[in-house]
């Protein structure tokens, strides 16, 4: 075992050479670190150009689209769409960028250490998120097309197999070994992080003094080995269901397109939902907290202030952490789940809002009386906290099960969801593609037109997701795939709810176009960007001290020492609004006046 | 201290933009809940009554909270913008920690609380005896409601007999006395200001029975049959939905509800039997 009283040197790898060892399957946390942000970029172009063949679909039904056989969409393409769509936007964006993604990269060089504690393990995380990738893509191409069952794939629609509906057979064999392969390289990932965080800390970095983002990053990977396990396995029943004739999920006495389902009983279906949730709720913690940790980070940098209350930030992150273990039946006061234990969720997730209400009084408190400086980043963390409220609190409408009664499965969730998951934590990842993009590539991406993509995307998920709200009090179930099937939707005659799915669907379609603004900024910034030096930022923590981009081996052999802690940002008396966490304490000294 | 123009780091202008949009998108977020363009239709029960009341009263809670953030948001990054100032240096406030974790405490988790007699009422209330019960049915792509008929007592079904093609959805099988007089229907009548209890079952997938007015929703999940009870106080046809996705046809599995009077109830009650 290696402590890091020895400087971590065993870490040390001798620089790859070759290309393959370099940029394929290279054992380099912070190589590894972009392609997994590399994958939630594809992601999530691929996600959103689902979610616009959606949106088209749910307004215009019978139009004539290209790229689809029979020239309009059928219902059960727009259910695939809107199955793939979710999962990869979860699974492939959310649960890798920020964690596998950022964390990966400046995980081991905000603690001071020259590599993750396993690098092979780190490359082979990759690689197996890569291949489940595949996996679940190919669903797509196979007769039949991908599962029309939603992301949650509950069963038995899930587990019947191709009886149930088109999709429900390969495509949706496809998508579970998917998952579970998914989760797999999840668990490698998080072993990784926990091991790199406990043991290879530089000499004074003590937890306390650990930046925010590496709290959020541990707390996550808590979190990740403890929820995916229960995916996974969740995963093997389901594949058992449908392929070995077990009946985890399948109840007896099943009838479906007047054909007995004579092979299956005594099964339950709430069974794969208790399992889902039990992993799903701590998920959309994992999708959420790196982000939080971001935007704690950013905000401090750019108010130039240490962050308010770190301390109690530390503390509200656990607390989510751990009450995120607490409330999965949330999702299931509906679902003929006894409502008496209804009750007992409803109170742990009312309590949830709690730390959550914290950090938010936390980051205004960050910014009162500082002297915030407007980059991209700033930007980007600063919406974070507006649409983190937004979407936080239509939380504590579904968390009461009465109030649930008339919203759950209507837009109302759609709209909850999307605003933390969908918008939220894309932000955080935003802010922190902006803030260490010069760290990663050693040149700025430009940021005037970072600027334009912050007020196109910040102005247009506003206008996609707030009507959904409205949508839902209305009654507008999800998952429908157009509005022409029941009356009140007003489909059939383009009037009522209608008329507001058409201004959601030409806002998604701005929005989306906009992204490209970024994608285009991206690249721009990877060929010609402004060069970038080792501190542009004026920033504390141990990735500004060395150069941009780093070496291979981060600290060059010299594992630095940490004097403080992460955010001392304007100290009085201090020549510098900053001070970094490795400075000798006799040059402090020296540069007081 | 020399004060500093403004450049593009604490720019006013970006500042004072970032502020406008806040305090716009606010202003318009009230506005629409207030004015509720789209919104819940008039509820027909009383315990929709009382779950109205909660929305109400969460709406209210959610919303100052919502209008005191995105303001104060708005007003940290315009007052304190990048003008030349220093930033104080502070690392936090113990009294205003415990404070508002206190005041957040009280007020989310007494809401959470607040909200349990509505739920009560719904779901720990158990019906009363001698309501009128309807088995509820969902199935793809289509609902089906069964009455028991005079004999109050609901026959057998079995699900080698289910044939849609041949009129028998529900796989009733007619040669038990107890389901002779059943009647099954494809849309749920319900007589006005009487207690009526469902019993939710599916024949295949996990379905969801949701009509808005009454504010009622509940799964319907094959292998259990999960009773939910409600008393209709207005007459009036309502448009009932699936709200569990459930195949490709989940969107157009839309039924209706209907309340009639009394006298009403007995004659379409009449006409169903004849279509049996």
Redesign the interface.
Known sequence: MVSHADGGHEHVHAAPTGWIRKYIFSLDHKVIGIQYFLLALVSVFLGMTLSVFMRIHLVWPNIHLPFIAGGVMTPEQYLALLTMHGSIMVFMVLTTAPQSGFGNYFLPIQIGAADMAFPVLNMLSFWTTFVSLVVMASAFFVEEGAPISGWTAYTPLSALGKIAGPGQGGGQTLWVIGLAIFCAASLMGALNFIATLIDLRAPGLSLMRMPLTCWAWFVTAILGLLAFGVLLAACALLLLDRVAGTSFFIPGGLVITDQVISNHSGGSPLLWQHLFWFFGHPEVYIAILPGMGVASHVLSTFARKPVFGYRAMVYAMCGIGFLGFCVWGHHMFISGMSPYSAFAFSIMTMTIGVPSAIKTFNWLGTLWGGKIQFTTAMMFALGFVSLFVTGGLSGLFLAQPSVDLPLHDTYFVVAHFHLIMGVAAIFGIFSATYFWFPKMFGKFMNETVGKLHFWLTFAGVYCIFMPMHFLGIAGHMRRYSDLTGVPFLGGTTHSGLWNVQYFISVAAFITIGGQLIFLVNFIAGLWGGKKAGMNPWNATTLEWTIPSPPPHDNFAGQIPTVYRGAYEFSVPGEAEDFILQSALPSEVERAHH | MQKRKSS????TT??A??AV??LA?TGI?VY?FITK?????KPITDVGV??DS??HR??I??GV??VL??L??AW??FK???HG?????????NA??VA??LA??VL??G???Y?????AT???EPAQAGDLQIEVTG??FTWNFRYAGPDGKFGMLK??M????TGNPL?LDRNDPEAKDDIVTPILGVPVNREVELLIRS????H?F?V?EL?????A????I?HMHFTATETGEY?L??????????????SKLKVMTDAEFAEWLKVQVANQ
């Open positions: 593009s780091a604490g720019s970006v500042a933009a970032l949009f806040l998108f977020t629409l363009p789209w919104w819940f239709p009382l779950i909660q929305f969460t709406l809670i959610t909270v919502f953030a995105q104060g948001l940290v990054i304190y913008r990048d100032q220093k930033a104080l240096y502070f690392e936090g406030n205003f920690e508002w974790t957040t405490i989310f988790v809401l959470g609380l909200a349990e007699s509505a739920w719904v779901h720990f199935q793809q699900p080698a289910v044939s849609a093609s796989g024949q295949d997938v996990t969801s949701f808005r504010r009622i929703k509940q799964d999940v094959p292998g259990m999960i448009d939905a699936c709200a569990e996705l459930c195949g490709l046809g989940h969107y157009k599995m839309s």
